[in-house]
């Protein structure tokens, strides 16, 4: 079955443009859209996808499409819908193995079940998709849905992948190998990064990267005023004085010494605007590398550190003043990853584990998930009020976290993950740890950062940059509009010259 989604305008190109660091983004968009659109003119773009809430791409669409339609390109979005819980456990376990992860075997059994419903959503969407209309399918679960459509119509059929992996085990080759003959139907594949090509696909792919909202909660401007108002009503920072409005429900939590948790301004402020802060703030993955992080952190701490690295008494008490946040979601709100319970459980541990006087420098801290809004907000000004986002990453697959610190010219403590060395050059927009699971490295990275406050300016104004230039949603549908008009434009030559040889 096959579902439309309604998309609704929130803001406008011109709500953008009202925006001085915006208004360029907004112009080369608009300029992109009036050499493409008309290229696009009494078709329908197509995009689909398998969700209409959670995860990254339902998050990012309604973006896309709305911008899309402003431009003058009519767009739907349409969802597939099984019955068959199977054929989703099957496209998760395909999405593990792109992953890396997860038995390497998939069955002649499995290939049936994800070929008889692929064709159910191809009739069902063949009933909404007219001749010529370019179709967009984003990851593995509708992609043999437009493979059989592609097949069976006249249509510009394009595969976005959002997932991948920068090598190649035997779990990704089995995927691979399953997906290869619905995605060599496509007449283009779209994926985030080159390292994520599967090599049968290298001559008919190209890239688009992920991007940000600069005026969601997430990552719209923070007055000061502002930025202490949240901070105070999450709880994460103490006020002297009344205030109007009241805490957010529930707050930010911080572990306790008893193991209970407690708001973070407790058993003390953690001197947010106050003190240097780095920050991590990520889902509970062990790949998102918190643990060797924190030993890390640890470590510039021990005095044996200080006394063979500080390079002068300011130095040294700023190290002494600079305090660790490891943030993340509620692990109880995310009742559909039990991991991400176990991982948060051994954070939790290694800190217990911390002498008191390091670990009164290292807070853990959860976000409550239940407003997305308010939990958006909490992020926001946890970045804003860091010298450095960190992410420790042992695999990314682009890292967003990143790319909002960036816009929020905070520097970056990134490691060589593949998603992380796309968007943070060592030594330009950040630092990149040499290797993400050795303390010791780790220690001198944040050390070093925090000893050089020229350069973490400079960074600061480069990554600022790189992201206005490259990760913001206007570069995104910019890239949509070029490649779609491509997507078009091949479709009708090879049309015209089917004709002229026929
Ligand atoms: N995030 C959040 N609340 C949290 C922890 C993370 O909103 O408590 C967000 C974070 O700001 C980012 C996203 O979750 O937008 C994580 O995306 P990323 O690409 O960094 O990693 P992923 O989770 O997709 O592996």
Redo the contacts with the bound molecule.
């Keep these: 079955m096959i579902t439309i989604v309604d998309v609704e305008t929130e803001r406008t190109l011109d709500d953008y443009a009202a925006h001085a660091s915006l208004k360029r983004p907004v112009e080369d968009l608009r300029a992109v859209a009036q050499k493409c659109a008309d290229r696009l003119e009494d078709r329908t773009v197509w995009m689909v996808n398998s969700t209409a809430q959670g995860g ?1 791409v339902a998050e990012m669409l309604p973006k896309v499409v709305s911008m899309l339609r402003e431009l003058g390109v009519s767009t739907e979005w349409a969802v597939i819908v099984s019955e068959k819980d199977r054929f989703f456990q099957l496209t998760k376990r395909i999405h593990n193995l792109i992953h890396g992860t997860g038995t390497p075997h998939l069955s002649n059994e499995d290939r049936e079940l994800y070929r008889s419903v692929s064709r159910k959503m191809a009739d069902g969407l063949a009933r909404r998709v007219d001749p010529g209309d370019p179709v967009v399918v984003h990851d593995p679960q509708p992609l043999g849905t437009g493979a059989l459509l592609k097949q069976e119509m006249d249509v510009p059929a394009l595969w976005r992948c959002h997932i991948g992996l920068d090598e190649s085990n035997a779990a990704t080759e089995t995927a691979w190998e399953f997906l290869k003959p619905w995605a060599e139907a496509y007449d283009e594949t779209i994926f985030s990064l080159r390292e994520y090509l599967p090599e049968f696909l290298k001559d008919r792919s190209d890239l688009i990267q ?1 991007a ?1 909202n600069p005026l969601s909660p ?1 990552n719209r401007q923070l007055s000061v005023t502002e930025l202490t108002d949240v901070l105070r009503r999450s709880r994460l920072a103490e006020s002297a004085h009344p205030t109007v409005d009241g805490d957010f429900a529930p707050p930010a939590m911080r572990l306790q010494r008893d193991g209970s948790f407690a708001p973070a301004t407790r058993p003390e402020d953690l001197g947010l605007m106050q003190r240097p802060i780095v920050t991590q ?3 509970w ?1 062990r ?2 590398g918190f643990a060797p992080l924190l030993q890390g952190f640890a470590r510039m701490k021990e005095p044996s550190f200080f006394d063979r690295n500080a390079t002068s008494e300011r130095d040294r008490r700023r190290l002494s003043l600079t305090r660790l946040v490891l ?4 692990p109880e709100s995310v009742s559909d990853d039990p991991e991400g319970q176990e991982v948060f459980n051994e954070i939790c541990s290694q800190w217990h584990d911390l002498p008191p006087e390091i670990q009164r420098d290292v807070a853990i801290i ?2 409550p ?1 239940t407003s ?1 809004r308010i ?2 907000l ?2 926001n000004a946890l ?1 804003r009020c860091s010298s450095i986002i960190a ?1 420790n ?1 042992l695999q ?9 610190a960036m816009w929020k010219r905070r520097p970056v403590l990134g490691t060589h993950a593949a ?1 992380l060395r796309e968007q943070v050059k060592d030594g330009v927009h950040g630092r990149l740890t040499p290797q993400a699971e050795d303390p010791e490295g780790i220690a001198h990275t944040i050390h070093e950062m925090m000893n050089a406050a020229e350069e973490r300016k400079r960074w600061a104004r480069n990554a600022r940059r790189r992201v206005s230039e490259r990760y913001l949603v206007f570069t995104q549908v910019r890239r949509w509009l070029e490649v779609l008009a491509q997507a078009v434009d091949r479709q009708e030559a090879v049309s015209v010259d089917g004709q002229s040889t026929a």
């Design positions: 990254g992920p940000i997430k703030i990520s889902r993955d790949l998102k943030a993340g979601p509620d959860t976000l998930m997305r939990n958006a909490m992020v970045q992410q990453s990314e697959g682009f890292g967003l976290t990143v790319t909002e998603g």
